[in-house]
């Protein structure tokens, strides 16, 4: 199956710092990337759905200019954690789909994040 | 809005034996459902989809899974698990919206 990769795979920083994590899809072009969040022992919780080249749609609930998304190609998506508080440590899982309109393509997942903000 | 539950938290097993996990999900429109596994310490995977047709799904190693519409059911079968089984199960549901909606996952521990 397809790959997507997030660097980082681990993150420490500090309150009031901002973090920036990357989602890239190896071997092809992801035209819609999804972003998830998942607490411990709780499901993935959708934060956002990015389509190349346009804004990305947030969920109700999750502050746009907190959580900035940027999809500017085809195989790379960046989700910027700004001004990150202890709150906001979690898992942040993100997937590709070749595919983001009525016509299904599967999703296929990255390994995902631990943010932890000290 | 949709939901999806997955009623069963932790599910242990003896090798061999007989696996159902449940999922139901409420949204009244057309629907594609979804059961994901996750490995300890690997990504998410699909194991099965279901979009149209046949109810009875049948994905990967093995596992199955029945569409109940009158039930707004999706549960997943394995008539013999193995100790390589054991993960994280995740029912999903998209809607017409076209975004996935995870359940809370079902933890499978097989005691070999």
């Known amino acids: 199956g397809a790959v997507v990769s997030q660097h980082p795979s681990r993150v420490i920083c500090k309150s009031g710092t901002s973090v920036k994590i990357e989602c890239r899809s190896l071997d092809f072009q992801a035209t819609t990337m999804f972003w998830y969040r998942q607490f411990p022992k709780q499901s993935l919780m959708l934060m956002a759905t990015?389509?190349?080249?346009?804004?990305?749609?947030?969920e109700q609930g999750v502050e746009k200019d907190k959580f900035l998304i940027n999809h500017a190609s085809l195989t790379l998506s960046t989700l910027t954690v700004t001004s990150a508080h202890p709150e906001d440590s979690s898992f942040y899982i993100c997937?590709?789909?070749?595919?983001?309109?009525?016509?299904?393509?599967?999703?296929?997942f990255g390994p995902g994040t631990r943010l932890t903000v000290l | 809005a949709q939901s999806v539950s997955q009623h069963n938290h932790h599910v242990i097993l003896s090798e061999a034996a007989s696996l159902e996990l449940g999922c139901n999900y409420s949204?009244?429109?057309?629907?594609?459902l979804f059961w994901y596994v996750q490995y300890p310490g690997q990504h998410l995977q699909l194991l099965l989809k279901?979009?149209?047709?046949?109810?009875l799904v049948k994905g990967i190693k093995g596992f199955e899974a029945e569409f109940i519409k009158s039930k707004f059911s999706f549960n997943l079968r394995k008539p013999s698990v193995q100790w390589s089984d054991t993960a994280e199960y995740f029912c999903?549901?998209?809607?017409?919206?076209?975004?996935?909606?995870f359940g809370s996952g079902t933890r499978l521990s097989i005691r070999p």
């Open positions: 949204y009244g429109g057309t629907v594609n």
């Open positions: 999903a549901v998209r809607s017409s919206a076209s975004k996935i909606i």
């Open positions: 990015s389509n190349e080249g346009s804004k990305a749609t947030y």
């Open positions: 997937s590709a789909s070749s595919s983001g309109g009525t016509t299904y393509n599967e999703q296929f």
């Open positions: 279901y979009f149209s047709g046949d109810p």
